[in-house]
């Protein structure tokens, strides 16, 4: 029910790897995971984050959207959506939601609660995760081709629908309801849409699929010229992904070299800690202009699953297989420091860490299923001490 308050589920504990103070933010038996890395759950001002649960479903795993105030812990659901949200956004204020429910796309304004239909797909086409413009004009949307493939846990038909997609379009759908255009078409599994922080027409997306398989992963789009340009040309042996906007409106993206997909399931086989990749080559992260020309790299010869930077790029969190470390990039050599374990399974996307930093770079949000197989919301502030 719209505007049903929980009370605070908040409860501190010392990390039994390095005793940093932990808090886990949600419990009590739902299911509970916050907007993806190239989104960010907190609202400016890092006084409360928006995120996404199950607990008001009959069913488990159908999603609604909640807010929780950071300092008092209060929870407040936004949306009852019957069938549950599957894909979402939110402006950095947090002032509009925009998300997928089954065919339509969303929009909610939190100030007023006033919700409304903004796009309803009738094609052979699934939407894909929205973006909001930073001008709060438009929100972007893959619409890729259904290849009646299903998606589930550990990755299942991930390569399956790399192969099977010839046909996506990236859509501009007004956010007063207006009209829908099409401003690019591919013949590709397209994914990652995302806006310049600091430009409406400037955005990024991706050809999505196992990294060792993709050819070209980064692609930047003109929306007024409805044109793209490759970002970070790949050679060969080349594997990238994860790539984000930086706060400073570069492009940040993970190169782990020859032969890596990309990924980690349940059997935890796959970006482990390595010294050295395949044949020597040593993997490393990179940041790319608007012109999508590389302007710096950093040899990180060991693997996480994500990385997500603070406000000037000096410091990186990432998701190692059960820890979160943090990784100094001023560093002659920057090593890993482990910052508290996670201990997530890894069995689905919602179950992946996602490490995330809060607007002023102080804390940082991520998710774990380590207590009773439901999946919960930690945050670990790195401004104060732990006494």
Not at 34 to 42: G, I, K, P
Not at 137 to 151: A, F, K, L, S
């Amino acid at each position: 029910m719209i505007g049903r308050t929980f009370p605070s589920e908040k409860r501190a504990y010392m990390d039994e790897t390095t005793g940093k103070r932990i808090w886990q933010l949600t419990s009590g038996g739902s299911n509970n995971y916050h907007l993806y890395f190239t989104d960010n759950s907190f609202s400016l001002g890092d006084q409360e984050i928006y995120f996404l649960s199950d607990r008001s479903s009959p069913k488990p795993e159908v999603y609604n959207f909640f807010r929780m105030d950071l300092k008092s812990g209060l929870i407040t659901q936004l949306t009852d959506e019957t069938g549950g949200i599957q894909k979402h956004t939110k402006s950095p204020d947090s002032e509009l939601l925009v998300y997928v429910t089954g065919n339509r796309l969303r929009k909610l304004n939190t100030r007023t609660l006033q919700s409304e239909t903004l796009y309803e797909e009738t094609g052979q086409f699934k939407l894909g995760s929205p973006f909001i413009s930073p001008c709060k004009t438009y929100v972007g949307i893959i619409r890729n081709e259904d290849v009646q493939i299903e998606r589930g846990a550990n990755y299942a038909g991930f390569k399956e629908s790399m192969f099977a997609v010839k046909k996506a379009f990236i859509t501009l759908v007004y956010l007063d309801g207006s009209k829908a255009v099409d401003v690019w078409e591919d013949t590709h599994y397209l994914g990652h849409f995302q806006f310049a922080p600091d430009d409406c027409t400037l955005a990024m997306f991706c050809h999505e699929g196992p990294w060792n398989l993709v050819h070209q992963r980064m692609w930047l789009l003109d929306t007024v010229a409805r044109s793209v340009i490759p970002c970070f040309r790949q050679q060969e042996d080349d594997c990238v992904g994860h790539e984000f906007w930086t706060r400073d409106g570069l492009i940040f993206f993970d190169n782990r070299r020859k032969g890596h997909d990309g990924t980690i399931t349940s059997n935890r086989t796959q970006a482990t800690v390595h010294e050295e990749a395949a044949d020597g080559q040593i993997p490393y992260v990179g940041l790319a202009n608007k012109q999508g020309e590389v302007v710096r790299t950093i040899d990180l010869p060991y693997y996480c699953n994500h990385y997500h930077a603070n406000n000037d790029n000096s410091l990186l969190v990432g998701d190692n297989v059960d820890d979160l470390v943090l990784i100094d990039l001023t560093a002659e050599k920057p090593e890993p420091v482990t910052l508290c374990t996670h201990r997530t399974s890894w069995y689905d996307n919602r179950r992946h860490a996602h490490p995330t930093f809060s607007w002023n770079g102080e804390q940082i949000l991520y998710a774990s299923d380590r207590e009773q197989s439901k999946n919960n919301l930690y945050l670990v502030d790195l401004g104060k001490d732990d006494e």
